[in-house]
Nanobody, 123 residues
Framework: QVLLVESGGGLVQAGGSLRLSCAAS????????MGWFRQAPGKEREFVAA???????FYVDSAKGRFTISRDNAKNTVYLQMNSLKPEDTAVYYC?????????????????WGQGTQVTVSS
């Protein structure tokens, strides 16, 4: 299994930006489908964005136009650039990896998970 380590979370004012990073331990990182999820207190973990091995991207409607997922296979890293942040974006953000393209918008579609990074957006 691939080890995933997220970083880049923090406290930001509404309207601000953050860039999350997720570094993978696996040398075959380029063969993994990668996703970002988030979980707010008292809520279920929800899909935010995904990127395929061919760099196709998918987003939850609330993230479209504000968030951008990207990957750097040379650095074994996937990023989530978050702009125009809102208080409702406050959550723990997790990155996830999958060998399969099935179910990329669901938590069950991923085999490996990072430990999460906290994002707090103040109003």
């Amino acid at each position: 299994q691939v080890l995933l380590v997220e970083s880049g979370g923090g406290l930001v004012q509404a309207g601000g930006s953050l860039r999350l990073s997720c570094a993978a331990s696996e040398r075959t990182f380029s063969t993994y489908y990668m996703g970002w999820f988030r979980q707010a207190p008292g809520k279920e973990r929800e899909f935010v964005a995904a990127i395929t091995t061919g760099r196709s991207t998918f987003y939850v409607d609330s993230a479209k136009g504000r968030f951008t997922i990207s990957r750097d296979n040379a650095k074994n890293t996937v990023y989530l650039q978050m702009n125009s942040l809102k208080p409702e974006d406050t959550a723990v953000y997790y990155c996830a990896a999958s060998r399969s393209s099935r179910g990329l918008v669901t938590t069950s579609g991923y085999e490996c998970w990072g430990q999460g990074t906290q994002v707090t957006v103040s109003s």
